[in-house]
């Protein structure tokens, strides 16, 4: 559903949150807005007010004549609307009686109640935004941190769209060269230098790869960075939890084995959502509760991007050996077959309990960490009793997210529909590739072409079915 696509009906709804406040917003759209809106409205005449206008006036209770809220009205005349279509927005006091009155009287007058996400779906339908805009126009609204506020304005402004754009442009470019070849064959006459056509296949396909191999960041930005802490009982996990949170989140206490299963809570920190995971501490036990508590957390091992092992600094040397024995194989095994979809671990090794170590215990520890640990890993000495050093361990998790600049213009993916239509692109121009290379006929490289076009028009929306956007839309709130 593109182009300049219209519809029938005029829809309203409240695009203020629900609550009651000073101000409350009521959104109308469709091409009898200006006609059903007068019918309730008592000041300027809207069929004369000019565009991007503001008019202060009163809705007209319609079933007694009464007033029911003097407001502001701003109009906004097709297509220089956010829908494509005309638009009014009214803004009355937040009274939630107010918004709902107010929302029966337009309805009484000639409107339909809009459904989740309908003011967007319009803009995207009457050709106002693509559709990777419409979803990051969610993702504004959703946004909880300032890293995952920048990428979905970036998304919105449309800088994705024009990344695709130009690849598809290409690709169109590259596909007509070999189905106009395919014309001419019988004459053998060749218009497209093969050559040339595998150094820019493989040009396009490393930016769709970087866009892809971007997801990794982008949904940890989105969702927030996973980052399991991990280590052996009463090391200090869970105050160091709640020291990051700012809350008393998980249970403290000397006796062994207290935390039995996963607590996660999410904090921003340096404008950067992190999911932290307090596990269960990892040590030999026969209680199976316990037990079922230690095997959750080596799957949010496999599952965190980062990984705290925390270690009590009074721990004994061999003690220290059998719980990196079991903490670090995981890490290293994920680092070595890490992906776009299962990027490299990051280690963070956190010694607890330095105000109870010697310098000489420090430096011991130092030693056998630098034995143990992989060469990209980190190691701090904190205590999280006395919150010494743990401005530096934040620094160090602000540091670990790996963000790209704030001034960078890179585009990055947090979308998994986007990162699932960019791998099927990449694979089809994979083919194309070595069909190019190989000698294969120049209809099949085309195909794997338009296919791979189809992919990238997918996330703009060119080539979307409604189903996929009736769900995509379904996910919006009213009002949007």
Same mark, same amino acid.
């Given at each position: 559903?593109?182009?300049?696509?219209?519809?029938?009906?005029?829809i309203?709804a409240?695009?203020?949150?629900?609550?009651?406040?000073?101000?409350?917003?009521?959104?109308?759209?469709?091409?009898?807005?200006l006609?059903?809106?007068?019918k309730?409205?008592?000041?300027i005449d809207?069929?004369t007010?000019?565009? &991007?206008?503001?008019?202060?006036g009163?809705?007209i209770?319609t %079933?007694?004549?009464s007033?029911?809220?003097?407001?502001?009205?701003?109009?906004?005349?097709?297509p220089?609307s956010?829908?494509?279509e +005309?638009?009014?927005e009214?803004?009355?006091?937040?009274?939630?009686?107010?918004?709902?009155?107010?929302v029966?009287?337009l309805?009484?007058?000639g409107?339909?109640?809009?459904?989740?996400?309908?003011f967007t779906?319009r803009?995207?339908?009457?050709?106002?935004?693509?559709?990777?805009?419409?979803?990051?126009?969610?993702d504004?609204?959703?946004?909880?941190s300032r890293?995952? &506020?920048r990428?979905?304005?970036?998304?919105?402004r449309? !800088?994705f769209s024009?990344?695709?754009?130009?690849?598809?442009?290409?690709?169109?470019?590259?596909?007509s060269?070999?189905?106009?070849?395919?014309?001419?064959?019988?004459?053998?006459v060749e218009?497209?230098?093969?050559?040339?056509?595998v150094t820019l296949?493989?040009?396009?396909k490393?930016?769709?790869?970087s866009?892809?191999?971007?997801?990794s960041?982008?949904?940890?930005?989105?969702?927030?960075?996973?980052?399991?802490?991990v280590? #052996?009982?009463n090391?200090?996990k869970?105050?160091l939890?709640?020291?990051?949170?700012? !809350?008393?989140r998980?249970l403290?206490?000397?006796? &062994?084995?207290?935390?039995?299963d996963?607590?996660?809570d999410?904090?921003?920190?340096?404008?950067?959502l992190?999911?932290?995971i307090?596990?269960?501490?990892?040590?030999?036990?026969?209680?199976t509760? #316990?037990?079922?508590?230690?095997?959750?957390?080596?799957?949010?091992i496999?599952?965190?991007q980062l990984?705290?092992?925390i270690i009590?600094?009074?721990?004994?040397?061999?003690?220290?050996? %059998?719980?990196?024995?079991?903490?670090?194989?995981?890490?290293?095994?994920?680092?070595?077959s890490?992906s776009? %979809?299962?990027?490299?671990k990051?280690l963070?090794?956190v010694?607890?309990k330095?105000d109870?170590m010697?310098?000489?215990?420090?430096?011991?520890m130092?030693r056998?960490?630098?034995?143990?640990l992989?060469?990209n890993? #980190?190691k701090i000495?904190?205590?999280?009793?006395?919150?010494?050093?743990?401005?530096r361990? #934040?620094?160090?998790?602000? !540091?670990?997210?790996?963000?790209?600049?704030?001034?960078?213009?890179e585009v990055?993916?947090t979308?998994?529909?986007?990162?699932?239509?960019l791998?099927k692109?990449g694979?089809?121009?994979s083919r194309?590739i070595?069909?190019?290379e190989?000698?294969?006929?120049?209809?099949?490289v085309?195909q +794997?072409i338009?296919?791979c076009?189809?992919?990238?028009?997918?996330?703009t929306?060119?080539?979307?079915?409604s189903d996929?956007?009736t769900?995509i839309?379904?996910?919006f709130?009213?009002g949007?």
């Open positions: 559903m593109t182009g300049n696509v219209t519809f029938d009906d005029t309203c409240i695009s203020t949150p629900a609550g009651t406040g000073g101000i409350a917003v009521v959104r109308v759209s469709g091409a009898d807005a006609t059903i809106v007068s309730c409205w008592k000041g809207l069929s007010a000019k565009s &991007h206008t503001a008019h202060l009163r809705i209770d %079933t007694d004549g007033t029911l809220d003097e407001v502001v009205l701003t109009l906004f005349r097709t220089h956010f829908t494509g +005309d638009v009014v009214i803004s009355c006091h937040g009274s939630q009686w107010i918004q709902r009155e107010l029966n009287t309805i009484r007058c409107c339909r109640a809009a459904t989740g996400g309908e779906r803009a995207f339908s009457n050709g106002r935004i693509d559709l990777s805009q419409a979803e990051a126009i969610a504004v609204i959703a946004s909880s890293a995952s &506020h990428i979905a304005i970036s998304q919105m449309g !800088d024009r990344e695709l754009n130009s690849l598809r442009e290409q690709l169109l470019k590259f596909a060269l070999m189905e106009l070849e395919l014309d001419f064959s019988e004459e053998e218009f497209a230098d093969r050559k040339a056509l296949a493989k040009s396009i490393n930016v769709v790869d866009l892809a191999d971007s997801f960041v982008g949904n940890a930005i989105k969702n927030g960075l996973p980052v399991a802490i280590g #052996e009982t090391a200090g869970s105050t939890l709640n020291y990051l949170l700012h !809350d008393d998980a403290v206490s000397d006796i &062994h084995g207290t935390t039995r996963v607590i996660e999410t904090i921003t920190l340096g404008g950067v992190f999911r932290f307090d596990t269960a501490g990892i040590r030999e036990t026969s209680d509760i #316990e037990n079922m508590g230690i095997e959750r957390t080596f799957r949010k496999d599952e965190a990984v705290l092992w009590d600094g009074t721990t004994h040397p061999d003690t220290l050996k %059998t719980v990196a024995g079991r903490i670090l194989p995981g890490v290293v095994q994920s680092t070595r890490a776009a %979809t299962a990027p490299a990051q963070i090794a010694v607890n330095s109870l010697t310098e000489e215990g420090k430096a011991e130092d056998e960490l630098d034995n143990l992989p060469v890993a #980190e000495f904190i205590s999280a009793r006395q919150r010494t050093n743990l401005d361990l #934040e620094k160090s998790l602000i !540091d670990a997210a790996s963000l790209p600049d704030n001034d960078a213009n990055i993916v979308n998994a529909r986007h990162f699932e239509a791998i692109a694979e089809a121009l194309s070595q069909g190019l190989t000698g294969i006929s120049g209809d099949f085309s +794997d338009r296919e076009m189809h992919y990238l028009g997918e996330i929306g060119e080539i979307t079915p996929i956007l769900s839309f379904s996910h709130c009213i949007k």
